[in-house]
């Protein structure tokens, strides 16, 4: 399994901006793709953003136009930049790796949102 470090959450006013950050341990990095998905409380996980091994990405539609994934494999690093955030967008988000024979998970950063 390989280790995954999110950081970045934490208390936004609604309208603000956060970055999170994942870092990934090992070598597969450039091979994986890698997502971002949240869990508010009392609801299921949802996918928020995803990106290729070659850069494409894919949005859930209630982030779409505010939110943008990127990654740095040099860095083995995944970026989620959130704008104009909502109360609504308050869950914690998790980072994702994914390959055909791994699937890998971060331990969470909690991002709140104050309206």
């Known amino acids: 399994q390989e280790k995954l470090v999110e950081s970045g959450g934490g208390l936004v006013q609604a309208g603000g901006s956060l970055r999170l950050s994942c870092e990934a341990s090992?070598?597969?990095?450039?091979?994986?793709?890698m997502g971002w998905y949240r869990q508010a409380q009392g609801k299921q996980r949802e996918l928020v953003a995803s990106i290729s091994t070659g850069g494409s990405t894919t949005y859930g539609d209630s982030v779409k136009g505010r939110f943008t994934i990127s990654r740095d494999n040099a860095k083995n690093t995944v970026y989620l930049q959130m704008n104009s955030l909502k109360p609504e967008d308050t869950a914690v988000y998790y980072c994702n790796l994914r390959l055909v024979t791994m699937d890998s998970w971060g331990q969470g950063t909690q991002v709140t949102v104050s309206s």
């Open positions: 090992g070598s597969i990095f450039s091979f994986a793709r």
